[in-house]
């Protein structure tokens, strides 16, 4: 950690793992539902007798030289890095925040010699993430409330906390992915685009793909995930 090559490194090192000792076990392809990984921490949904996992997970403490494995399980809730899948009333997934009990209110106080730009994002940014995370309602307007309180007690003033949480959200999949070559004057084509979407989505109105701006991005390599 600490280098930015240590995380595609430990992506490839991992991938390799996987496709070399987990994807061809037979546990895992009898009762592994879904194996997620975001380097090196995997979230698993196990469909077998607890021995099964076990002894699966016995498997990958052993499997590999250098690597070692902690697991924790539960057949109700379960956390993965700031979220928690839990099973609902009617046996569902859903999720929620995951917040650590040894957590402290450690948002950037809006006193701070940081720009005000900056300052004035985070709370647009954080009630995002809310709303991306929390599935039930009920538990959405819960920590939209939590999140306020603990931006108020960082400072920050009522009225950009009352844009932040008004601003709409454009759903990814309703934006057309516009992907490039990075360029120092990248940002004046990302700008003009932005300015004259309005003509596209005039002209073509039946088309819901046109209503919100393109999704922009630059770069050597550019991968998109759908659901």
Known sequence: MGSNAAPPYANCYMADYEESAIYVNDLFQTHALVWKRYIDDIFCIWDGPEETLNTFFLFLKSSWPGLDFTMSYNQKEVNFLDTLVYKNDQGELSTDLFIKPTDRNSLLHYHSFHPTRMKDSIPKSQFKRVHRIVS??????????E???????????????NT??????????????????????????????????????????????????????SGDHVTFETN
């Open 164 to 217: 932040s949480e008004t601003i709409p959200r454009a759903r990814a999949k309703d934006r057309i992915p516009f992907v490039h070559d990075y360029h120092p004057l990248s940002y004046i084509l990302h700008r003009s685009i932005r300015r004259y979407w309005h003509i596209l989505g005039t002209a073509h109105p039946g088309l819901r793909n046109l209503k919100n701006p393109s999704f922009l991005a």
């Open 136 to 145: 039930d309602k009920t538990r959405q307007t819960q920590r939209l409330d």
């Open 147 to 161: 999140m306020r309180s603990k931006f108020l007690e960082r400072g920050y003033p009522p009225q950009t906390l």
